[in-house]
């Protein structure tokens, strides 16, 4: 199992800029994509983006391209989520989650939710207007 760690949330006017990380552990032979998701007050979990395991392959939700970007470091351990131009509307707690995978899988990207195997707590980010 891989235990996630999410970092970085806050409150921020809109405009503003915020930086989620995912700080991963677990077992080194354990190979693993990652992907955001966040859930607003009232509202269902929502894909936002994911990375391959490779750092190749990347996905977002319309509402938020060219707006986030995500990757990974080189070392895979931390994830993260680079969001500009923020909008109220992108109020949510959001997600980190890993999904692990196979040689045949490193470079795929998933919007998924129940093909992930491990969440983090999650991190509130507030954008007002």
């Known amino acids: 199992q891989v235990q996630l760690v999410e970092s970085g949330g806050g409150l921020v006017q809109a405009g503003g800029s915020l930086r989620l990380s995912c700080a991963a552990s677990?077992?080194?032979?354990?190979?693993?994509?990652m992907g955001w998701f966040r859930q607003a007050l009232g509202k269902g979990r929502e894909f936002v983006s994911a990375i391959s395991w490779s750092g190749n392959k990347t996905s977002y939700v319309d509402s938020v391209k060219g707006r986030f970007t995500i990757s990974r470091d080189s070392a895979k351990t931390t994830g993260y989520l680079q969001m500009n131009n923020l909008k109220p509307e992108d109020t949510a707690v959001y997600y980190c989650a890993a999904r692990v995978v196979d040689y045949t899988e490193y470079e795929e990207v998933s919007s998924v939710s129940y093909k992930y195997n491990s969440w983090g707590r999650g991190t509130q980010v507030t954008v007002s207007s």
């Open positions: 677990g077992p080194t032979f354990i190979k693993y994509a």
